[in-house]
């Protein structure tokens, strides 16, 4: 619940209670707001309540699969994680709950297997001595933190005021100037949608935008950019996955930055928002919003962030996308003389690179401190404690989902699953295959760092156990692997987009003064067409051989065409 976020926690502990502690000033819980803050707490309370007993029913019956066949037993605690993901919604509870059978299952089958795991030297302190996980809770609490500076100091609006004139005549140069903020605000989804909708609101609705469009664009621009950004809360959690997970010999940069034209649905489903600003492509129910082309609805008084120098959200940015690639070069001490291209490699895939995104992030949070408001200057600590504490509660579902890709080894479910798949399976398959599970998970769960947990620890492994099985050279996993990396991120951000139960969803429709409803319901034909589009014309042309940056470039070519074909005659009709 993207890529270091709220929601995961949330939907354990009630949407209305940590919005309305966290996310939100009190001011904003009267009228429209409080009243769907209200709908979701009961909806989401009622929906626990119906399947309270699936928990405790799950990990009882875990005894029971030592009678199933030996293939399936190593399989149990997955079945548990997915069964509980799809009934309860509720991606932390069903990782929880997966530890435990896996736990149990390892203890009545290898007890001393099972003290192992808890030893010195065992699974669980593996995991929590990683460099990879720990450094990863560390820049995701700076990184909220920066976020939260960010926000009240007031730049963004700055920003977003010198983009466009405040005229009906501009509607388009504001529409242009909210993605380009969208895309500026790259290094957290839940940030970006919270700060970019709240900042756009008052000016989309004297300029007598649909709001329902406007949450489009925010939610479309957080996590998608979140998850292909190189330095974002995303990446550390994403790199660990890789780098613990990964069967390919190499550099989990450099495997990240080869999944990027894999990741088919964050690069159609932005290209897609895009082309609809550009030619005004409107679906569905965001059409008939546009047609009724009244003034947003009043919620109350609506507040504003203090305008003042874009510079106090363009210093920090540039501090940290600067000093990142820095950082990374200088930490890293090479024991002999090496050339200058291999010492960046080397760099890249030194143990120091977590290391160099706390200093990174520590460096852009002095920067946003150097240059907030003066006179405000005594509230910048407590606004940073607020914006990190905002995110600690995704670290739980970070812990549990590395937790349970410790369990997963122990158990070897990754090579069970190999065996069963491994004779009939197509490799060249696998990816699609794991795209469109990734889509069903999300979307059920709302949950893209639950859906990440799930799916990381068992088809990364996976991809290389069939590649095994069916004697696929190395060339072939080389390429097999990147995809499937790609498809497992795109198919988490899928839920995150249109799943009613997601963090940003909510958060995008709070932001900007709509229902989580109106704002699913407006949203998810560009989120089907997007996941469409990734299939047949992303993950269907590599499966057949075609490169993965070509098969990206034709989709993109046939997006682009296929969406001014459809505008053109109505675009014709308004200019008569």
Same mark, same amino acid.
């Not at 957080?222 to 990964?246: E, K, P, R």
């Not at 546009?290 to 109350?300: D, E, H, I, L, R």
């Not at 993965?548 to 459809?566: K, N, P």
């Given at each position: 619940?993207?890529?270091?976020?709220?929601?995961?926690?949330?939907?354990?502990?009630?949407?209305?209670?940590?919005?309305?502690?966290?996310?939100?000033?009190?001011?904003?819980?009267? $009228?429209?707001?409080? $009243?769907?803050?209200?709908?979701?707490?009961?909806?989401?309370?009622?929906?626990?309540?119906?399947?309270?007993?699936?928990?405790?029913?799950?990990?009882?019956?875990?005894?029971?699969?030592?009678?199933?066949?030996?293939?399936?037993?190593?399989?149990?605690?997955?079945?548990?994680?997915?069964?509980?993901?799809?009934?309860?919604?509720?991606?932390?509870?069903?990782?929880?709950?997966?530890?435990? /059978?896996?736990?149990?299952?390892?203890?009545?089958?290898?007890?001393?297997?099972?003290?192992?795991?808890?030893?010195?030297?065992?699974?669980?302190?593996?995991?929590?001595?990683?460099?990879?996980?720990?450094?990863?809770?560390?820049?995701?609490?700076?990184?909220? &933190?920066? /976020?939260?500076?960010?926000?009240?100091?007031?730049?963004?609006?700055?920003?977003?005021?010198?983009?466009?004139?405040?005229?009906?005549?501009?509607?388009?140069?504001?529409?242009?100037?909210?993605?380009?903020?969208?895309?500026?605000?790259?290094?957290?989804?839940?940030?970006?949608?919270?700060?970019?909708?709240?900042?756009?609101?008052?000016?989309?609705?004297?300029?007598?935008?649909?709001?329902?469009?406007? &949450?489009?664009?925010?939610?479309?621009?957080?996590?998608?950019?979140?998850?292909?950004?190189?330095?974002?809360?995303?990446?550390?959690?994403?790199?660990?996955?890789?780098?613990?997970? /990964?069967?390919?010999?190499?550099?989990?940069?450099?495997?990240?930055?080869?999944?990027?034209?894999?990741?088919?649905?964050?690069?159609?489903?932005?290209?897609?928002?895009?082309?609809?600003?550009?030619?005004?492509?409107?679906?569905?129910?965001?059409?008939?919003?546009?047609?009724? /082309?009244?003034?947003?609805?009043?919620?109350?008084?609506?507040?504003?962030?203090?305008?003042?120098?874009?510079?106090?959200?363009?210093?920090?940015?540039?501090?940290?996308?600067?000093?990142?690639?820095?950082?990374?070069?200088?930490?890293?001490?090479?024991?002999?003389?090496?050339?200058?291209?291999?010492?960046?490699?080397?760099?890249?895939?030194?143990?120091?690179?977590?290391?160099?995104?706390?200093?990174?992030?520590?460096?852009?949070?002095?920067?946003?401190?150097?240059?907030?408001?003066?006179?405000?200057?005594?509230?910048?600590?407590?606004? +940073?404690?607020?914006? +990190?504490?905002?995110?600690?509660?995704?670290?739980?579902?970070?812990?549990?989902?590395?937790?349970?890709?410790?369990?997963?080894?122990?158990?070897?479910?990754?090579?069970?699953? +190999?065996?069963?798949?491994?004779?009939?399976?197509?490799?060249?398959?696998?990816?699609?295959?794991?795209?469109?599970?990734?889509?069903?998970?999300?979307?059920?769960?709302?949950?893209?760092?639950?859906?990440?947990?799930?799916?990381?620890?068992?088809?990364?492994?996976?991809?290389?156990?069939?590649?095994?099985?069916?004697?696929?050279?190395?060339?072939?996993?080389?390429?097999?692997?990147?995809?499937?990396?790609?498809?497992?991120? $795109?198919?988490?951000?899928? $839920?995150?987009?249109?799943?009613?139960?997601?963090?940003?969803?909510?958060?995008?429709?709070?932001?900007?003064?709509?229902?989580?409803?109106?704002?699913?319901?407006?949203?998810?034909?560009?989120?089907?067409?997007?996941?469409? +589009?990734?299939?047949?014309?992303?993950?269907?042309?590599?499966?057949?051989?075609?490169?993965?940056?070509?098969?990206?470039?034709?989709?993109?070519?046939?997006?682009?065409?296929?969406?001014?074909?459809?505008?053109?005659?109505?675009?014709?009709?308004?200019?008569?």
């Amino acid at each position: 619940h993207a890529h270091p976020r709220i929601a995961d926690a949330q939907e354990s502990r009630g949407l209305g209670d940590v919005y309305k502690r966290q996310v939100m000033p009190e001011r904003h819980f009267c $009228g429209p707001t409080g $009243g769907i803050i209200h709908f979701l707490t009961v909806m989401q309370q009622t929906g626990s309540k119906k399947h309270a007993l699936l928990a405790p029913i799950a990990v009882v019956s875990t005894p029971l699969a030592l009678l199933l066949p030996d293939q399936v037993i190593a399989l149990w605690p997955a079945l548990v994680a997915l069964t509980l993901v799809f009934l309860n919604k509720n991606a932390p509870l069903s990782l929880g709950v997966s530890c435990l /059978s896996a736990l149990l299952l390892i203890l009545l089958v290898d007890r001393l297997a099972f003290l192992n795991w808890f030893s010195l030297e065992g699974g669980l302190v593996g995991t929590l001595k990683s460099p990879w996980h720990s450094y990863a809770l560390v820049f995701t609490l700076l990184l909220g &933190a920066l /976020s939260a500076i960010i926000e009240k100091s007031g730049g963004l609006l700055a920003l977003l005021q010198r983009g466009s004139a405040l005229t009906d005549r501009n509607r388009q140069r504001f529409l242009n100037s909210v993605m380009g903020m969208g895309f500026l605000c790259f290094f957290d989804g839940l940030a970006n949608a919270l700060m970019l909708g709240r900042v756009a609101r008052p000016v989309a609705d004297r300029l007598r935008i649909p709001r329902a469009y406007l &949450a489009y664009l925010v939610d479309t621009t957080s996590s998608a950019v979140a998850c292909l950004a190189f330095v974002s809360t995303w990446i550390v959690t994403q790199l660990g996955y890789i780098s613990n997970h /990964s069967p390919l010999e190499k550099a989990a940069y450099l495997q990240f930055l080869s999944s990027l034209p894999y990741n088919y649905y964050c690069i159609f489903g932005l290209l897609i928002a895009i082309l609809s600003v550009q030619y005004r492509w409107l679906m569905g129910p965001m059409r008939r919003r546009f047609q009724k /082309s009244n003034p947003s609805p009043a919620g109350g008084k609506e507040v504003e962030p203090e305008r003042t120098s874009p510079a106090r959200a363009l210093v920090p940015l540039f501090v940290l996308l600067l000093s990142l690639p820095l950082v990374i070069f200088w930490s890293y001490s090479p024991e002999q003389e090496i050339s200058f291209s291999l010492r960046i490699q080397k760099a890249l895939d030194a143990s120091s690179v977590p290391r160099a995104f706390v200093i990174s992030s520590l460096l852009a949070l002095a920067a946003a401190f150097a240059v907030y408001p003066r006179g405000r200057l005594r509230e910048a600590p407590r606004v +940073a404690c607020l914006g +990190a504490g905002q995110l600690a509660p995704a670290l739980c579902v970070l812990l549990l989902a590395w937790i349970l890709g410790s369990l997963f080894r122990e158990l070897g479910t990754a090579d069970v699953l +190999a065996n069963l798949l491994g004779g009939w399976l197509p490799l060249n398959a696998l990816a699609s295959g794991v795209f469109v599970l990734g889509c069903l998970i999300s979307f059920v769960s709302g949950s893209s760092w639950g859906t990440m947990g799930l799916l990381m620890p068992l088809v990364l492994p996976l991809s290389g156990a069939i590649a095994a099985a069916q004697g696929a050279s190395p060339e072939i996993l080389e390429t097999i692997v990147p995809a499937v990396i790609g498809a497992v991120f $795109g198919g988490a951000v899928f $839920g995150d987009h249109c799943s009613p139960y997601s963090d940003t969803t909510i958060v995008s429709a709070l932001a900007t003064g709509i229902s989580t409803h109106e704002h699913t319901i407006t949203q998810l034909p560009y989120a089907l067409v997007a996941a469409v +589009a990734a299939v047949f014309l992303g993950f269907f042309p590599v499966s057949l051989g075609v490169p993965a940056w070509v098969a990206l470039l034709l989709g993109c070519g046939l997006l682009t065409a296929g969406i001014r074909i459809i505008t053109r005659k109505p675009r014709a009709e308004s200019a008569r």
